[in-house]
């Protein structure tokens, strides 16, 4: 069994880092500098007010960034058949969900982390809060991939699906915002601890909710 | 794998898509080297049977009872469109345990190994399928319409293919329109349990 899923966790990953042929790992992360690079040009470059505001910004970002690949987490394998032929070899959709989310965060999570590096450049942040950020995202990316996954098996099969699940996405990822942006402030310990337990708590739901969900897909 | 001989069983199933139910009171069982071709109009179920034997759907009514792995060849073949048909029937070869390589070229797809699947033809896409279905160590076959977009040549082949899982105590369950040729094959004619 470990072989099998070490087989699809290879497969997944490429699938995300390379791409299907429609856009790679590298686009969020470029919309995620861009969002970074738009907003001195928008507030002003006030280094007060960026230093703020800044890590704010990096946490929306990150957040936006991460809807971008939703419509390539579940529907196309889907659409293959692939999960109907896991099916048949007694692979269980919670695991293939599980599998995908792990996949997912790794394609997406330290991309973006390194990402965050010029992103805090231009947003004249200082040293410790870019400590901070780093910590922050480490604590609340993992909650950004289940969920991504969870709402992507959601949505997959639905007309207009990756609309939809950018809609979903971005209210249910208010809590690790919150928790993840609040961690960026003075005596901000809690906050992150509050972003890793939302965190841990949409991965242990979201192999459970997506693999209902892509059965239920199935028809 | 040759634990229990392999076996199919079906008890009135009903199957309903939406509002319309498709068929209702089926039953059929098979047993080793069994064949059974379901015949029928397009849009009379055959497809949806495969897919309630196959456990990939649930029934309305009635039950299923499997023994034996499951190898489904329907329109979809799940392989990844961007990659090389060598290394997409790879990874279901790997997963399965079985030679790709060898499988590919029994289906005449020796040259067609570096070709990305997307550029792959209908017919080369169901011979690829195929392939990916004589790797799979089941002794069970659910084949979808397996005649469409194949020539003539790879038509004889998909059956000289189920007469061989037959002949090894195989079951094979033929959903089409058209005819297939193997021998001592039964009929189920879907048209006889339409509501």
């Given at each position: 069994?470990?072989?099998?899923?070490?087989?699809?966790?290879?497969?997944?990953?490429?699938?995300?880092?390379?791409?299907?042929?429609?856009?790679?790992?590298?686009?969020?992360?470029?919309?995620?500098?861009?969002?970074?690079?738009?907003?001195?040009?928008?507030?002003?470059?006030?280094?007060?007010?960026?230093?703020?505001?800044?890590?704010?910004?990096?946490?929306?970002?990150?957040?936006?960034?991460?809807?971008?690949?939703?419509?390539?987490?579940?529907?196309?394998?889907?659409?293959?058949?692939?999960?109907?032929?896991?099916?048949?070899?007694?692979?269980?959709?919670?695991?293939i969900v599980a599998l995908r989310m792990l996949a997912h965060?790794?394609?997406?999570?330290?991309?973006?982390?390194?990402?965050?590096?010029?992103?805090?450049?231009?947003?004249?942040?200082?040293?410790?809060?870019?400590?901070?950020?780093?910590?922050?995202?480490?604590?609340?990316?993992?909650?950004?991939?289940?969920?991504?996954?969870?709402?992507?098996?959601?949505?997959?099969?639905?007309?207009?699906?990756?609309?939809?699940?950018?809609?979903?996405?971005?209210?249910?990822?208010?809590?690790?915002?919150?928790?993840?942006?609040?961690?960026?402030?003075?005596?901000?310990?809690?906050?992150?601890?509050?972003?890793?337990?939302?965190?841990?708590?949409?991965?242990?739901?979201?192999?459970?909710?997506?693999?209902?969900?892509?059965?239920?897909?199935?028809? | 794998?040759?634990?229990?001989?392999?076996?199919?069983?079906?008890?009135?199933?009903?199957?309903?898509?939406?509002?319309?139910?498709?068929?209702?009171?089926?039953?059929?069982?098979?047993?080793?080297?069994?064949?059974?071709?379901?015949?029928?109009?397009?849009?009379?179920?055959?497809?949806?049977?495969?897919?309630?034997?196959?456990?990939?759907?649930?029934?309305?009514?009635?039950?299923?009872?499997?023994?034996?792995?499951?190898?489904?060849?329907?329109?979809?073949?799940?392989?990844?469109?961007?990659?090389?048909?060598?290394?997409?029937?790879?990874?279901?070869?790997?997963?399965?345990?079985?030679?790709?390589?060898?499988?590919?070229?029994?289906?005449?797809?020796?040259?067609?190994?570096?070709?990305?699947?997307?550029?792959?033809s209908s017919g080369q896409r169901k011979?690829?399928?195929?392939?990916?279905?004589?790797?799979?160590?089941?002794?069970?076959?659910?084949?979808?319409?397996?005649?469409?977009?194949?020539?003539?040549?790879?038509?004889?082949?998909?059956?000289?293919?189920?007469?061989?899982?037959?002949?090894?105590?195989?079951?094979?369950?033929?959903?089409?329109?058209?005819?297939?040729?193997?021998?001592?094959?039964?009929?189920?004619?879907?048209?006889?349990?339409?509501?």
């Amino acid at each position: 069994m470990i072989r099998i899923f070490a087989l699809i966790l290879k497969r997944d990953l490429a699938v995300l880092l390379l791409g299907r042929g429609q856009g790679s790992a590298l686009l969020p992360i470029l919309f995620f500098l861009a969002v970074a690079m738009l907003f001195p040009f928008a507030v002003g470059p006030e280094p007060r007010v960026l230093a703020r505001a800044g890590g704010g910004v990096i946490w929306i970002a990150a957040l936006l960034a991460a809807v971008l690949p939703l419509d390539r987490l579940i529907e196309p394998d889907l659409t293959l058949g692939a999960f109907d032929q896991w099916r048949l070899r007694g692979i269980a959709e919670e695991g293939i969900v599980a599998l995908r989310m792990l996949a997912h965060w790794l394609a997406f999570a330290p991309p973006l982390m390194l990402a965050a590096l010029p992103a805090s450049a231009l947003l004249g942040l200082p040293d410790h809060a870019l400590a901070r950020i780093e910590l922050s995202l480490l604590a609340g990316t993992p909650g950004l991939a289940a969920l991504g996954v969870t709402i992507a098996a959601v949505t997959a099969g639905l007309r207009g699906g990756a609309a939809l699940a950018g809609l979903l996405t971005i209210p249910l990822a208010v809590p690790l915002l919150i928790f993840g942006a609040g961690s960026l402030a003075a005596g901000g310990d809690s906050g992150l601890a509050l972003a890793a337990a939302a965190s841990l708590m949409l991965i242990a739901l979201g192999p459970f909710a997506g693999g209902a969900a892509i059965r239920a897909a199935r028809g | 794998m040759q634990a229990s001989p392999p076996r199919l069983l079906a008890q009135a199933l009903a199957c309903r898509r939406g509002e319309r139910v498709l068929f209702a009171g089926l039953g059929l069982e098979l047993g080793p080297g069994e064949a059974l071709h379901v015949r029928g109009a397009n849009g009379i179920g055959k497809s949806s049977l495969l897919r309630l034997l196959a456990g990939l759907a649930r029934p309305e009514a009635g039950q299923v009872i499997r023994q034996g792995a499951i190898g489904l060849v329907d329109e979809r073949p799940a392989l990844d469109p961007h990659l090389p048909l060598g290394r997409a029937l790879g990874f279901w070869a790997a997963l399965d345990g079985g030679k790709s390589i060898a499988a590919a070229a029994r289906l005449g797809l020796g040259e067609l190994l570096d070709v990305p699947v997307r550029y792959l033809s209908s017919g080369q896409r169901k011979r690829a399928a195929l392939a990916r279905l004589i790797t799979q160590p089941a002794m069970i076959w659910l084949l979808d319409e397996p005649l469409n977009g194949l020539d003539a040549a790879a038509a004889d082949l998909a059956a000289r293919l189920a007469a061989e899982r037959c002949a090894t105590g195989g079951i094979c369950v033929i959903a089409s329109h058209q005819p297939f040729a193997l021998a001592g094959m039964a009929t189920l004619d879907l048209a006889g349990f339409a509501p």
